[in-house]
Every structure is written in structure tokens, then in C-alpha cells.
């Protein structure tokens, strides 16, 4: 079963304790990306990558790293968060050639 | 520059009515659009897209969207509602060069009994 998966799924932290969401797919797509869903402002991009260690900043970028060293996984840093990265985040992966999207469960992040 | 309005941020419908969700959106090259649904404590789900074939593309779940070129528009339709129809819905726009999809602000569609 074609699959995005993410960890955790819900997590609670604190300003300035850096953190890690794990984002793996096992379609073997080249492209990945991460948004983050904020009421009344849909989604926004926040890193995409086309493939092994190729990242590219998204309309969002700032107070987030991404790596991707492998093609199954593309993590999304924080390294210092803070009250306002208080979001629900999206993986995906780009499915087809008009950059349809193939979404991951979310992750719902709460920084206090 | 590629950008999605989605007008009206709430929507309410008598289960059996039509629905109508509005979508315009700006974009220098021709675009491709999609409508997602969202359904409460899930991911988002590929309701249907418009990929410069037909205008009128038809989805899952009944649904289906027409694309007007000359009102920069690609509302969502479905003839009569369904309790099961309650979600978020998002509109979104890419084109062929770009690596980006841009979403609107999203509308939550409740359907009353």
C-alpha cells in the first residue's frame, strides 16, 4: 500500500528545544515537501526537494532546516521552535507530473 | 506568481441541497488545479483535477469542477449534499514549470439534517 508516514503524530514541546519530524514514503518518488496548516491560511510550503540531497525553500522557510539523504525520508528541524510554529504539519509527495500531491496523516505540533 | 482565493471560509448546506464551492485564482501560465478534501483529524485527499484536458473534470464522491478561463475560476459542485460531505475542502493551483502547489485558504462545509 503506497504510504506516507510520519513521527509523531502529536507532540508538545517546549520554546527552544529542538526537534525532529520524520517524514519516510515508499512509493520511490523523487519529490517531497513539507507544509504546515494554519487556519484561514490553508496550507503553506515550507521545504520541497526533487530528489537526494536537493532541497529548495518553499513560501515559509524560516525557523526550519530539511535534509534528505536517503529518497524514502525527508525530515523536517527544528531547531529552536517557538509559540508561533505551533501548527499541523503535512508531508508529501509529488505522485504525477502536474504536482499532484500525496499527503502524509499530519503531525500536530504544540510549542509552549 | 500562482495564488488561490477561496471565498467564504465557512459553508453550510441542507443535506440534499446543491453545493458550491467557490475557487479563483491568479496565475501568469497556464495552471493546473486541484480540489482536496479534508475530512476532521485526517490527511488531505485528491477530490479531483483539471489538467488542461476537459473543462468539466468530474471527481470522487459526485463531486466534480468546471474550469472557466475567462473568469480565472474552477468552483466545486455536487448536485446534493451528504452528511458525509462535511469536511474542509482546498482549492490549489501549480502550473507545468513550477515545483510548487499553492492552496487557498480552505472551506469547512457543513451539511445540516
Known amino acids: 500500500e503506497a504510504q506516507v508516514t510520519q513521527n509523531p503524530r502529536y507532540l508538545i514541546t517546549v520554546t527552544g528545544k529542538k526537534l525532529t519530524v520524520t517524514c519516510s514514503q515508499n512509493?520511490?518518488?523523487?519529490?517531497m515537501s513539507w507544509y504546515r496548516q494554519d487556519p484561514g491560511l490553508g496550507l503553506r510550503q515550507i521545504y520541497y526537494?526533487?530528489?537526494?540531497?536537493?532541497?529548495d525553500k518553499g513560501d515559509v522557510p524560516e525557523g526550519y532546516k530539511v535534509s534528505r539523504k536517503e529518497k524514502r525520508n525527508f525530515p523536517l528541524i527544528l531547531e529552536s521552535p517557538s509559540p508561533n510554529q505551533t501548527s499541523l504539519y503535512f508531508c508529501?509527495?509529488?505522485?504525477?507530473?502536474?504536482?499532484?500531491?500525496?499527503f502524509g496523516p499530519g503531525t500536530r505540533l504544540t510549542v509552549l | 506568481a500562482q495564488s488561490v482565493t477561496q471565498l467564504g471560509s465557512h459553508v453550510s448546506v441542507s443535506e440534499g441541497a446543491l453545493v458550491l464551492l467557490r475557487c479563483n485564482y491568479s496565475?501568469?501560465?497556464?495552471?493546473?488545479l486541484f480540489w482536496y478534501v479534508q475530512y476532521p483529524n485526517q490527511g488531505l485527499q485528491l477530490l479531483l483535477k483539471?489538467?488542461?484536458?476537459?473543462?468539466l473534470v468530474k471527481g470522487i464522491n459526485g463531486f466534480e469542477a468546471e474550469f472557466k478561463k475567462s473568469e480565472t475560476s474552477f468552483h466545486l459542485t455536487k448536485p446534493s449534499a451528504h452528511m458525509s460531505d462535511a469536511a474542509e475542502y482546498f482549492c490549489?493551483?501549480?502550473?507545468?514549470?513550477?515545483?510548487?502547489?499553492?492552496f487557498g485558504g480552505g472551506t469547512r462545509l457543513m451539511v445540516k439534517p
Open positions: 508529501a509527495t509529488r505522485t504525477g507530473a502536474y504536482n499532484e500531491q500525496f
Open positions: 512509493m520511490n518518488h523523487e519529490y
Open positions: 526537494s526533487m530528489n537526494v540531497e536537493v532541497t
Open positions: 496565475s501568469s501560465v497556464p495552471p493546473y
Open positions: 483539471y489538467t488542461s484536458a476537459a473543462t
Open positions: 490549489a493551483v501549480s502550473h507545468n514549470a513550477g515545483n510548487m502547489l499553492t
